[in-house]
């Protein structure tokens, strides 16, 4: 069966150095802040958290359709239930369209821009054939037509406007950094008791926090007063260009690692929720 472009490229485990690159950008909308920061378990399980966005992200690209259905509406059904007001007395609701449709949107920016970094190019044409089948993807999780632009060039417009505009340097931004360098809070998989999986989980945790700041870029470091050297930035470029170098050493499942991630976490992902 010939895959989608999105199911070629959206789960090469190389642009998995840009997953924190999207999560700062998302927890940078006030709105998306205020809904973590109230009622996300982002500091007492960070990697529940990470791989349950995983699974959905999975299940979305590769599910067979009632999978995706289920999935898309138990996602919607858990969101109706984050709302609040924030700390300068704004209501707030994670289903606030521009805010939902932000989340979805900062996942394509960070698959699209780990592969730049950390993976293989998407050519010009592909990055909008891309982007025409994350709309669609989009559509099934409920992000209305019009929340989004239709073409890549569109959306370049939009993240810049959403950078100047509306993104702001948030307290949960720093305790998302702050915590994912110092990850040691639950588990990725149930038969890894969290103890065991703190000797990995550390490591990894600073490795990822480093990856999403030398991904951001020196704007976003700037916006969100995160420093950085010369010699980070010599380290980070290092990485990087190991990991575009590897891949015509890689096994297929390490390619598109979403079919695999889904038959290891199965039972999991029959209960949700996702995020």
Sequence with gaps: MTKTIVQRRATDVRIYGAAGYALCLQVAH?????????????????WGRFVGTADFVNLLVYGRSEQVTAA??????MHKR????????TKYSALEPSAYAWVHATLAEAIVRGHDVFGSR???GEKQDFWTEWLRLGALMGVREGDLPDTWDGFQGYLRTMIDDVLVHTDVIDAVQSKAADAVGGSPMPWIPPRVWGY????LGKLGAFLARGTMGPELR?????PWSRAQQQRFESIAA????ARPVMLPP???????????????ITKGPFA
């Design 30 to 46: 006030p709105t998306i802040a205020a809904g973590v920061r109230d009622h996300s378990n982002y500091v007492t399980d960070p």
């Design 72 to 77: 898309t509406r138990g996602l919607r059904e």
């Design 82 to 89: 984050i709302r609040g007001t924030d700390l300068d007395g």
């Design 122 to 124: 998407l050519r010009p």
């Design 200 to 203: 990995a989980g550390r490591p």
């Design 222 to 226: 700037a916006k969100f007063d995160i």
């Design 242 to 245: 190991l990991s575009r170098r």
């Design 254 to 268: 390490l390619r598109h690692a979403g079919p695999l991630a889904l038959k290891l976490r199965r039972r999991e």
